[in-house]
């Protein structure tokens, strides 16, 4: 069952200009026509390039903006449009996840008024009583209860990370959105707040719609994958396909990249593309990779690819691509930008 549902959706910030009129002379298209399904317990993982929209696509997932186009659906209801009113009894179901643990909690208030917040603001009475509740809390993601009356800056960058984790669950969330939650994070660290993670999810069968551009962590984490680049979503399928066997040439860019230990005599494809990505203001006509992509025809400039599942991908594995590759990878290194090689 979906629980969450995100139909052509789409979202254009205004680009202003003047000196003394001010007056919009372009849009930027952070987020262009996507289509995404997260079902209920389950974890999607969203990887691309920085500047690809992945957080503003999770922000209006979680309403924190107004889609320009297209429909959020949770459980079967639209709610792209709803007054704060209409959102309220639903705000507390679908909660997020910060990137940035330090600028994500107030410096002023207390772990425990930072974790009880949200249930004062939805009228929550827990039983037993709020601080009973948030010392549960933290005890659940590895904090000690008597942190209670502690402030933010007497934590470590994973340990206030842990504090937003346990802010999110405060209102016992049917769907959590973490935007980048270990990139601000030591390797380290960023191990045991996923991990922590997991067990939430297995222990209280919490869905996630888990934002990152860390493959590997993504990979760890995720149980299908969807890759995002220049506001499009350009591949999607379960863990297995898109690591093992990806289709669209930005995704074997992407995988390419990825540190790994091999033996000496294995050879590993290597693409490196040639310039950077174009700007969202005024994106590429028909396929947005093709400026950057090695098998880009006239058609790529005429024709959006559909996102499809083709000939060889498993069920559920779809592909935005005129031309797509081989679903195995090749052994030589390709090289694409001419000064690398």
Known sequence: MSLLELDGLTKYFPVMGGFVWKKQIGNVHAVDGVDLVVGSGETLGLVGESGCGKSTLGRIAARLHEPTAGKVLYEGRDISHLSRRELAPIRSEIQMIFQDPYSSLNPRHTVGKIISGPMEINDVHPEGGVEKRVRELLEIVGLNPEHYNRFPHEFSGGQRQRIGVARALALNPKLIIADEPVSAL????????????????????????????????????????????????????????????????????????????????????????????????????????????????????????????????????????????????????????????
């Not at 995704?251 to 990825?258: D, K």
């Open 186 to 341: 030591d390797v380290s660290i960023q191990a045991q707040v996923v991990n922590l993670l997991q067990q939430l999810q297995r222990d209280l069968g919490i869905a996630f719609l888990f934002i990152a551009h860390d493959l590997a962590v993504v990979r760890h984490f995720s149980q299908r994958v969807a890759v995002m680049y220049l506001g499009r979503i350009v591949e999607i399928g379960d863990r297995e396909s898109i690591y093992e066997r990806p289709r669209h040439p930005y995704t074997h860019a992407l995988l390419s990249a990825v540190p790994e230990a091999t033996v000496e005599t294995e050879q590993r494809q290597r693409i490196r593309l040639a310039g950077d990505v174009p700007s969202p203001i005024d994106p590429p006509s028909g396929c947005r990779f093709r400026t950057r992509c090695w098998k880009a025809e006239d058609k790529c400039a005429e024709e959006v690819p559909p996102l499809l599942q083709i000939s060889g991908n498993r069920e559920g594995h779809l592909t935005a691509c005129h031309f797509p590759e081989e679903p195995t990878t090749h052994g030589d290194d390709v090289v694409l930008d001419p000064a690398l090689a």
